[in-house]
């Protein structure tokens, strides 16, 4: 009766080191290229300036550039929070309602089939040039990603796990943190990863749409306008690092909030604490 | 024997179709009966019926002399598949039946820990069921139901999905917790070896529509081992019951 071994995927928790070693050797490698291409046909600055240019575009203005990152970075981070905060209220109250998802469900998708240019402009009208109508169109870009798969996570529990908990007396609300929300975890993830992404491609659309000030997607514009590569790419590159960051960030948060993705055993803190009892011989070997 | 739980004529009808026809059956403290009968007989659904999660279409349910139709929570409840939540350790899912409705006593956790350790998952109890095999989980998903501490325990095929050497352990180590806690076992089977070795009654169910055939006291001595299998009595047991179930009885 003891003589089953557990299955173990240890081997993919293992790969926790290089977890950040290949992503690094591949951006190197990406630069490597770029670096490559610019030196072998000999392309113009004009046209294309290499890396080191670029950097050192990036150092000379600097301080306008920090400054347009960190105004983009902060739109980018709220439009963010915002759109998936709406995008998981929504899936809950969909999932819990027949009725309100019949009805919510095309309103979502009109939301998405409408170019986000065409709402920004209506925006702009509604909500002048400020933070508002940016943050909107981030936010409309990032939540239907996390309500689409917030839902999915929330119509994937077994019929039969509900049953059960409420055979067991739990009431609804007990269920929902029980069996339900964390069931959406793995899902929402894998939108929230997507998201990270597009929020910033979200931010420069706002910005082109719906900016007097100075963010990044401004600056970038800016400099395009002046037939600047240089300052164009430096822009680019600090939009990839946004992009890699947020990335990374929402990748990390993911492996501490679903462990049972890559470990076979729950994390130290939740481990059962029974070294300081006799455990009893009877444990068969 | 006093009567534990009284199923009074129970029905269920879905869409027009009659899934349980009416059905009654008392069962006595302590008794452990089983219930066999092919797939689709409404074996499940009596069992969502009397857990109070599916009402009944007519009928009632009564434990310990109290009205519980459509009252979930009175009885222990193990379905078909193991149910374990997939983020959970061994231990949190033990301990979930009781978590579904307060917060985990300091009590609560040692007896998991020390049921845990006597039935085998000792070595387990941070393990995420992904990493345990179809027995163990298994063995933690009945040790669940167990937590949840009430008198009346349904089985629905617990045994189902193992090996037939794993399953013969089981169910010993079923008739050992069975009869060390006293509770009231309603268990549902396919095999009907099975069913006539653990049980005081055999319950025979029939499908379209779903009813109760015919119930069978089995007068053979406790404790039971597995020498029992081959014993005449309980060989023509076993052969009464097939004959109910596949209609072969005429010779
Ligand atoms: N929610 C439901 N809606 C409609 N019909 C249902 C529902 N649940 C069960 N049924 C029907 O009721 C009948 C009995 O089903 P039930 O699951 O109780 O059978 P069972 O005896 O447990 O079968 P098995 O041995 O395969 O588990 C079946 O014909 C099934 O299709
Ligand atoms: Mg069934």
Redesign the pocket.
Known sequence: MSNEKPKTISSISDSNSSSIFYPIISIIGLIFLWWAVVEAFDIPEYVLPGPFATFHEIILDWPELWHGFTSTGQEFVYGFIIGSLVGFVLAVIMANSKLLNKILYPIMIVSQAIPVIAIGAALVIWLGFGLAPKLVIIALIVFFPVLINVLDGLQSVDVDMLNLSKAMGANRWRIFLTVQLPATYVPLFSALKMSATFSVTGAVLAEQTASSQAGLGQYMMAQASRLNTKGTFAAIILFAIMGLLAFSLVSVWERLATPWKQHSKVPFYRQARIAHRDIPSSQVK | MTEKLLIDNVS?T??G?I??DTTSLSVSDGELITIV??????????F?IISGVLQPTEGNVIINDKDVTNVPGNVGYMM?KDLLLPWKSTLENILTGVSLTRKPTKEDLELAISMAQEYGLGDYLDNFPHSMSGGMRQRAAFLRTLMFDRDVLLL??PFGALDSQTRLSMQEWLLKVWAEQRRTVLF?T?DVEEAVFLADRVVV?T?RP?RIEKIIDIDLPRPRTRTILTDQKFVEYKRMILNLIYGGGKE
């Open positions: 269920k879905f869409n179709k899934s349980l009968g092919p797939s689709g007989c409404g074996k499940s659904t009596l969502n078909q629905d095929e549902v396919h169910m499908p779903g």
